[in-house]
């Protein structure tokens, strides 16, 4: 089972950017479908962006949230063995723990939560108006 840690999290005004990084240890990241979800205070745990792996008809295909599509960015580093989410343009409405997740789902790509095996601790993004 593939280990990750998150880094990056902190506060942040509205309209300012973050970076945040998933290393993963005991396992190559490009093998898996690898996904950032968010959880806010009260909220579900849901979808935030994610990308497919290697080989493969969709192999490193990202999908997005409608919520964050043109503002987040996320991209698989293979050499550094990391997936990182460049968010720009924050709201409030980002404040959440940030969680980075892996997947060995057949599927070329899924966004359920349940389908995801390998989880971070979460690292905490606030964005103030």
């Known amino acids: 089972q593939v280990q990750l840690v998150e880094s990056g999290g902190g506060l942040v005004q509205a309209g300012g950017s973050l970076k945040l990084s998933c290393a993963a240890s005991g396992g190559t990241v490009s093998s898996y479908i690898t996904s950032w979800f968010r959880q806010a205070p009260g909220k579900g745990r849901e979808f935030v962006t994610g990308i497919s792996r290697s080989g493969g008809a969709t192999a490193g295909a990202t999908y997005y949230a409608d919520s964050v599509k043109g503002r987040f960015t996320i991209s698989r580093d293979n050499a550094k063995n990391t997936v990182d989410l460049q968010m720009n343009s924050l709201r409030p409405e980002d404040t959440a723990v940030y969680y980075c997740?892996?997947?060995?789902?057949?599927?070329?790509?899924?966004?359920?939560?349940?389908?995801?095996?390998?989880w971070g601790q979460g690292t905490q993004v606030s964005v103030s108006s």
């Open positions: 997740a892996a997947s060995t789902s057949l599927h070329e790509f899924t966004s359920s939560r349940y389908d995801y095996g390998s």
